[in-house]
């Protein structure tokens, strides 16, 4: 059984960092796309990152380019999420999903198949 896990999620000034983990299990991680959503009061989902865990090409959304770094433990079935910068708008629920068809960039919702229960991201002006 596929569980994807986020951690890391909290509330800091604009400015300030946080790091979100997503430690999956029940499949192999090596050869999945993987990709950080996230989803604000009132506004659709959208993928902010995304990186294939086979090969390490990544995506970034224009709005977190330069301040989002995704990565990945692979020892470690764990995916990461390193934000900078953070900004009011940034301020979502933040899901992390995998993707084993391995659909183009940019992620889109409907092609990720597995998902976690999301961590608050809140971030004050």
């Known amino acids: 059984q596929v569980q994807l896990v986020e951690s890391g999620g909290g509330s800091v000034q604009a400015g300030g960092s946080l790091r979100l983990s997503c430690a999956a299990s029940?499949?192999?991680?090596?050869?999945?796309?993987m990709g950080w959503f996230r989803q604000a009061p009132g506004k659709d989902r959208e993928g902010v990152a995304a990186i294939y865990t086979g090969g390490g090409s990544t995506y970034y959304a224009d709005s977190v380019k330069g301040r989002f770094t995704i990565s990945q433990d692979n020892a470690k079935n764990t995916l990461y999420l390193q934000m900078n910068s953070l900004k009011p708008e940034d301020t979502a629920m933040y899901y992390c999903?995998?993707?084993?068809?391995?659909?183009?960039?940019?992620?889109?919702?409907?092609?990720?198949?597995?998902w976690g229960q999301g961590t608050q991201v809140t971030v004050s002006s």
């Open positions: 999903a995998a993707d084993p068809e391995g659909s183009p960039f940019p992620p889109t919702p409907r092609h990720y198949l597995y």
């Open positions: 029940g499949y192999t991680y090596s050869n999945y796309y």
